[in-house]
């Protein structure tokens, strides 16, 4: 799998996506890509846009590094999304040891407001195959 890019449509009613049904087991890249929907992409909507995440990983140690953030850690991750989950080129994950969910396993929520009007998408990602590496749900 090399440099293969998902693209996730943000819904309001929320999604959950299994990695199971997108990542193999091969080692590699991919980019993952959260699309908002057309007229959430620019404008008073695009400026008035925030991000926030839930981890629901554990983090990994490896090679001395440290992927995630760890368990229920909630955190603003606006210009993060912007520059890379959001990019044309999405954020590049990598499937050794499964890293990718270290990264990105847990909730992400959106919202913004045009005028009067308020928008709260949401969308969470895990694999099923590693629930080992997944934090333990109340």
């Not at 049904?21 to 909507?45: C, M, S």
């Not at 926030?52 to 001395?64: D, H, I, K, M, T």
């Not at 954020?91 to 009007?117: H, I, P």
């Amino acid at each position: 799998m090399s440099h293969k890019v998902i693209q996730i449509p943000l819904r309001q009613d929320g999604a959950i996506v299994d990695f199971r049904n997108w990542v193999t087991k091969k080692k590699g890249y991919f980019r993952l890509k959260i699309d908002l929907p057309h007229e959430l992409q620019e404008g008073q909507a695009f400026d008035n846009l925030r991000v926030f995440y839930v981890s629901r990983a554990l983090p990994q140690e490896l090679r001395g590094k440290v992927f995630g953030s760890g368990c229920s850690k909630f955190m603003e991750i606006t210009s993060f999304y912007k520059n890379h989950l959001g990019s044309k080129e999405g954020l590049k994950l990598n499937t050794t040891d499964q890293r990718y969910l270290s990264v990105v396993a847990g909730n992400f929520y959106f919202f913004t407001t045009v005028d009067e009007d308020y928008f709260l998408g949401s969308v969470s990602f895990v694999d099923s195959r590693y629930k080992a590496k997944m934090c333990k749900q109340d």
